[in-house]
């Protein structure tokens, strides 16, 4: 009888030391797995595409080949580019646009890499008061378009400079820019303005040609830097205020640039609060694609589109 006594009160020890050290386990699980979500990175809103430009000293130098760009991108990380038109008007000007498409379109597949846009330049101003100068303008952006289209790509952005004042060239723009939308909408492309000098970098402005074009494919590519309205050979004689900006601009947003020039010794921009403007991005509910377009001259091409691409990753966990 004492010996099953003895038994049954080591047994009842053993039953509850093991209690405690089940629970013992699972509280330490529970804390281990409650470190390890606090450590985990938050998941970015957005994705990230490189814009051409980065790279456009390389390529007007002849040191890159701007059918490379698709290779240079996807070796530096990247699964989604911006083109540039102005960076292919020797290649257009010789073999014409279809070709520059074609090879374009190749070594996009070749390289596993999305197109998403067109930045166009140079192919005349879409807000001007002249009828003529208008359809010359119109007539070499619907070649764009269609390039657009073929290469896959939702969208090209374009400039809407004009001469006058401010309601004039406001008035005239959504001129331009409804006939232009309409043409797209008919290939199922969007037309983006950008805030790209004069009065385009003003977002009051830029805002109200949108409200009034009221087209579901014309749309805004805010710039997190070109709100300089006026230049002056020494900087920037008129500069409207980039946050306020880009917060005007972005309920029309279909892409976005993350403009960048320098950074500190922390990796921030110099100029530019990534924080601030990426939540500005984020509290418009956008979730595309933000295009990486480094302007800088201290450090190498490659070097400020990657500290970019760190920067924008970084930021992106601190915003709310």
């Not at 303008?137 to 378009?145: F, G, I, M, P, R």
């Not at 309601?167 to 790209?196: D, M, P, R």
């Not at 001259?297 to 970084?314: D, M, V, Y």
Request: aromatic content about 8%; overall charge neutral; hydrophobic content about 35%.
């Amino acid at each position: 009888m004492y010996i099953k006594k003895i038994i049954y009160n080591i047994t009842r020890v053993i039953i509850v030391m093991s209690v405690l050290v089940f629970l013992a386990c699972k509280k330490s699980k529970k804390e281990t797995d409650t470190a390890i979500n606090k450590n985990v990175e938050k998941p970015m809103f957005f994705k990230i595409s490189l814009a051409q430009w980065s790279l456009n000293k390389k390529i007007r130098s002849g040191e890159m080949n701007p059918f490379d760009f698709a290779k240079e991108a996807k070796g530096l990380g990247f699964e989604a580019i911006e083109y540039v038109s102005g960076l292919y008007k020797k290649e257009v000007n010789e073999v014409g646009i279809d070709e520059v498409v074609e090879k374009l379109k190749s070594e996009s597949e070749k390289h596993g890499v999305k197109n998403l846009l067109i930045m166009i330049d140079g192919e005349g101003n879409l807000a001007t008061s002249d009828e003529n100068e208008l359809k010359s303008a119109l007539e070499k952006h619907k070649k764009w378009v269609d390039a657009a289209k073929a290469l896959g790509c939702h969208s090209i952005r374009v400039n809407a400079h004009g001469e006058g004042t401010y309601n004039e060239v406001l008035n005239q723009a959504v001129v331009g820019l409804t006939k232009l939308s309409e043409y797209a909408q008919t290939k199922g492309i969007n037309i983006l303005v950008e805030n790209h000098g004069g009065f385009t970098s003003n977002g009051q402005w830029l805002s109200s040609v949108m409200a009034k074009v009221n087209m579901p494919n014309c749309g805004t590519l805010p710039d997190f830097g070109n709100f300089c309205i006026k230049r002056k050979k020494d900087g920037c004689e008129d500069e409207y205020d980039k946050y306020k900006g880009v917060k005007e601009l972005m309920p029309y947003a279909k892409a976005v640039s993350a403009k960048s020039y320098d950074f500190d010794e922390h990796g921030n921009e110099t100029v530019i609060d990534y924080v601030r403007i990426l939540q500005t991005v984020k509290d418009a509910g956008y979730s595309g694609y933000i295009g990486i377009e480094y302007e800088g001259s201290r450090l190498e091409e490659k070097e400020g589109i990657i500290a970019t691409k760190k920067l924008l990753e970084k930021a992106s966990g601190e915003i709310k």
